[in-house]
């Protein structure tokens, strides 16, 4: 079992940053694949970035390509999301989830855990 809560959610005006964090708890972090992805009012989840267990590999929507940087540290049980250059449109719930697959995965189906989510606001 992986235990995810999300942080450093919050509003903020476009053309702005934020720095998501996502705090795992319970069995060995380091081996799971992790991911972010978001919800908008009305909208499905869409996946927004993605890093494999090493964190050598990442991969991003090509909607925030760019702008969005996935990090993770091991060490701290912990995964970011640097989000710069905001946009209203990157409004949403965002939630980090933990996949036991061996690469960089961006499906919603193979990420076994999720968080509560953080709402993220981007104001015009």
């Known amino acids: 079992q992986v235990q995810l809560v999300e942080s450093g959610g919050g509003l903020v005006q476009a053309g702005g940053s934020l720095r998501l964090s996502c705090a795992a708890s319970?069995?060995?972090?380091?081996?799971?694949?992790m991911g972010w992805f978001r919800q908008a009012p009305g909208k499905e989840r869409e996946f927004v970035s993605a890093i494999s267990w090493s964190g050598g590999s990442t991969y991003y929507a090509d909607s925030v390509k760019g702008r969005f940087t996935i990090s993770r540290d091991n060490a701290k049980n912990t995964v970011y999301l640097q989000m710069n250059s905001l946009k209203p449109e990157d409004t949403a719930v965002y939630y980090c989830?933990?996949?036991?697959?061996?690469?960089?995965?961006?499906?919603?189906?193979?990420?076994?855990?999720w968080g509560q989510g953080t709402q993220v606001t981007v104001s015009s």
């Open positions: 319970g069995r060995t972090f380091s081996s799971y694949a």
């Open positions: 989830a933990a996949s036991p697959s061996s690469g960089v995965t961006t499906t919603p189906v193979r990420f076994d855990y």
